[in-house]
């Protein structure tokens, strides 16, 4: 969680990031690399070099991008968006949201808790890692990321028909994946589930 004391000096950090100072843009990467790196994992699922790969790309992303930052919002919230609309563009280009389909691998039936992160947390994000590409994307757009089913059909070039159908499904299979682990009836699919997962192993971008 970010300190609240740190985010006052936040600005001044920005501001000799922009002069070039390699410092502040450690400092920055060094703050928001963790949830960063979550987002692109979740979104990219299991393939760990894919998304240590757009992580870097998003980063230079970001920081090519920080003249145009304006603070209208937080700076982690303007960083998020990138990493969010970056990551579906490597996505797409890589052909991994070309499948909308929800099938589950046959090697899906059994999920081991790793206990020293949250059991509910890490079982909930190795079930989504085994939706396909399209359906895992809907699932952490709407139900992680919070976006609506018309953004999401925006971002993914479907209808919001489609995006509601696909979250449903991709539901379903969830509450399938983990039903053998916890009574999923009684607490629900959710991305809240997910908030407190983070990257543990990351690599800091070239700049």
Not at 36 to 46: A, Q, S, T
Not at 125 to 133: G, I, N, T
Not at 167 to 195: E, N, P, T, Y
């Amino acid at each position: 969680m970010t300190n609240p004391a740190d985010m006052d000096h936040e600005p001044l950090i920005i501001r000799r990031a922009l002069d070039g100072d390699e410092g502040a843009l450690r400092a920055l990467w060094t703050r928001h690399a963790p949830h960063i790196d979550m987002v692109v994992r979740r979104l990219v699922g299991g393939d760990a070099d894919l998304a240590a790969d757009i992580a870097q790309e998003v980063w230079i992303q970001i920081f090519r991008a920080l003249p145009s930052y304006r603070g209208d919002s937080q700076f982690g919230t303007w960083a998020h968006r990138i990493a969010v609309n970056r990551t579906l563009n490597a996505l797409r280009k890589t052909r991994r949201l070309a499948n909308l389909e929800t099938e589950v691998r046959e090697d899906s039936a059994s999920i081991e808790p790793d206990h020293d992160r949250s059991f509910l947390a890490q079982s909930i994000e190795e079930a989504a890692a085994k939706l396909s590409p399209g359906a895992r994307a809907v699932f952490m757009l709407h139900d992680v990321e919070g976006f609506t089913h018309e953004e999401i059909a925006h971002e993914l070039g479907i209808t919001a028909g489609g995006s509601k159908s696909q979250l449903f499904k991709a539901r379903a299979k969830l509450r399938k994946l983990l039903a053998h682990l916890i009574d999923v009836k009684d607490i629900g699919i959710s991305g809240k589930g997910l908030q407190h997962v983070t990257s543990t192993e990351r690599v800091a971008p070239v700049y």
